[in-house]
């Protein structure tokens, strides 16, 4: 054997060598879990993540959702949307503010204007952001619904500016928690984190699968009571609830809750209990279910025909729970519930 094929061949184990230790060390690292809870854009939010190395990130998420705090508040007085909502001046939006503005003035269109991101004047007059509910007079109410409506918002994509006229504000908590739950995702997606539950208040973000390579099971809550009326199994996607159980008052015992119709001013009648959506984007199902609540079973179904981009679970006032046709396989309704029975939307 020559002296230059000794050297090749003593490389070649060593660099063999040295490929199996790399993948015993790989092999025997811990896939750790980490979880954290917080109370932040108004609501409780949990985290819970699984990965190597997921070192500061619960921390990091928490600072992440402060700073979204900072910007899509429409109770502290200083912040981003607020400063928005205080003048009727042109004012240079953060990159944040930006998409979620422009995003709920597409969708508002997109929705017939079901949802709305201009009515903080009337949520305001229900007491819905503060603790003192009260039930505002028709005279009101009529007075204020002139300021409501997505077309009054001007915006120039280019100069990323908007501006409100008097009186006009916008109230974007049907689709903030949303955009947070997207962008937390993008966040540990980015630190190769693929395994995590985030719940934000109604908007789930299930990112990627189990650890064991299994899928989630969401638990579909029961507007009437506690428990769930069944559960959903999925995989790298969001599941967002929007239901008048959530937040309400009850005044000469008529219930109030704090989903408004645009059109009205008042809280929302359809005959809709709940409404959950399932898709790939928290944001899109945050203002899908907050819509849908409004615009009621039939429109919700034929909006739902003609996208078909997502999938949703409905529970009516009555019980019954209608779901959409690419559930059929994956929700499922638990034994005890016995309020209605489960009906397929067929595309
Ligand atoms: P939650 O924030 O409780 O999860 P939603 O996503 O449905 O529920 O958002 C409801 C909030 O959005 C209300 O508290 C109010 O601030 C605002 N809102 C109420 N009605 C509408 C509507 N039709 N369109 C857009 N925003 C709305
Ligand atoms: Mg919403």
């Keep these: 054997m020559t002296y230059l094929s000794q050297i090749k061949r003593k490389n070649g184990v060593l660099a063999i060598f040295s490929w199996i230790v790399l993948l015993l060390s790989s092999c025997s690292r811990e896939v750790e879990h980490h979880s954290g809870e917080i109370f932040a854009m108004n ?4 985290l819970s993540i699984w990965g190597e190395d997921t070192g500061d990130m619960i921390r990091d998420c928490e600072t ?54 201009t009515l ?26 002139p300021l409501v409506g997505a077309d009054l918002v001007e915006y120039r994509q280019e100069t990323q500016e908007a501006r409100l006229p008097t009186g006009v504000q916008m109230d974007l908590g049907a689709i903030a928690k949303g955009y947070a739950a997207d962008t937390l995702a993008e966040l540990l997606r980015e630190h ?34 506690g428990g769930s009326v069944g559960s959903v199994l ?27 119709d645009p059109f009205s001013g008042y809280p929302a009648k359809s005959g809709l209990a709940s409404v959950s959506i399932v898709s ?12 849908f609540f409004v615009m009621g079973l039939e429109q919700a179904s034929t909006y739902w025909r003609e996208h078909q981009d997502f999938e949703a679970v409905f529970i009516c ?14 929700f499922s309704l638990i034994s005890s519930y016995t309020s209605g029975s489960l009906q397929v939307i067929p595309s």
Excluded: C
């Excluded at 609501?43 to 949990?46: C, E, G, Q, R």
């Excluded at 693929?194 to 507007?223: Q, R, T, V």
């Excluded at 967002?240 to 015992?253: A, K, L, P």
């Design 43 to 46: 609501t409780l939010i949990s």
């Design 64 to 117: 992440y959702l402060y700073s979204l705090e900072d910007k899509f508040s429409v109770t502290r007085e200083d912040s981003e949307l607020s400063l928005l909502n205080a003048q009727d001046d042109w004012m240079t939006l953060s990159p944040e503010l930006e998409e979620v503005l422009a995003y709920s003035l597409r969708l508002s269109e997109a929705t017939y204007g079901y949802f709305d991101p």
């Design 120 to 145: 903080y004047p009337v949520v305001q007059a229900w007491g819905f952001t503060t603790s003192r509910n009260q039930v505002p007079s028709p005279e009101e109410l009529d007075s204020l619904l």
């Design 192 to 225: 190769d984190i693929s395994s995590a539950m985030l719940s934000l208040g109604g908007n789930i973000y299930a990112l990627g699968e189990k650890i064991d390579g299994s899928s989630w099971n969401i638990g579909i809550k029961n507007p009437y009571g």
């Design 234 to 260: 999925v995989k790298d996607k969001a599941v967002v609830t929007s239901g008048g159980y959530q937040r309400y008052f009850i005044h000469e015992e008529e219930t109030y809750w704090h989903i408004i």
């Design 280 to 291: 790939d984007s928290a944001m899109y199902g945050d203002v899908l279910s907050t819509a």
């Design 317 to 330: 006032e009555e019980g019954d729970v209608f779901i959409t046709e690419g559930l059929k396989d994956s």
